[in-house]
């Protein structure tokens, strides 16, 4: 399914690239210049390994191995829900959308899911995966070092994709906080 046809208060923009090509860093950069420009954002990181956010030992670990589904924490500071799926191939990222709901951000960022039919900012580095991740048909910008943007000419089949520079979050922060405008507006009449 794809997300435009989830009944969203908010619109979902993944960021995807092949492992190492700096996800997590560009996020880093971009929350703080999006929480400038006015924009809550919740982020849904997609994990290709097993994770665990609790230690054992600790009430909460002994609680959710004892059956507890889900387990949430909570302090004054933070609070964490976990729960188990297994069997599970891959997360449900319906759900986890609409785990986001009751916190009514501005938009919501999915870190990874490259394959998921989402629309996506795609960062690409030279020697780093497949350029031919340019072609998804989901993809609504691209971001690129200057030394790689002949890769992105050479793979790109889409018209319309926009460009960035990967070393410009101030710049990538603007196109992200347009982009979140432009969805939460609706299509043109």
């Known amino acids: 399914m794809a997300v435009s046809d989830l009944d969203l208060p908010f619109p979902v923009l993944a960021v995807s690239a092949w492992s190492g090509t700096g996800k997590t860093t560009l996020l880093e950069q971009l929350l703080p210049l999006l929480e400038e420009a006015g924009l809550n954002v919740g ?39 976990m729960e188990e799926t297994p069997g599970q191939d891959e997360p449900d990222l319906e759900r986890l959308l609409s785990l986001m709901v009751p916190r009514a951000p501005d938009l919501v960022i999915a870190e990874g899911f490259k394959s998921w039919p989402l629309p996506k900012l795609v960062l ?66």
């Open 43 to 81: 982020v849904i990181k997609h994990a290709h390994h097993a994770f665990d956010v609790d230690k054992p030992g600790k009430d909460s670990y002994r609680l959710r191995t004892a059956g507890a589904a889900p387990m949430l924490v909570a302090s004054r500071e933070r609070f964490a829900l």
């Open 124 to 189: 690409y580095r030279e020697g780093v995966g497949d350029p031919a991740i340019f072609q998804d048909p989901w993809v609504e910008a691209v971001a690129v070092k200057d030394e790689d943007r002949q890769a992105f000419a050479e793979h790109s089949a889409a018209p319309g994709i926009s460009r960035l520079d990967l070393d410009d979050p101030g710049a990538t922060a603007g196109w992200v906080a347009r982009w979140a405008a432009e969805q939460r507006a609706g299509p043109a009449e």
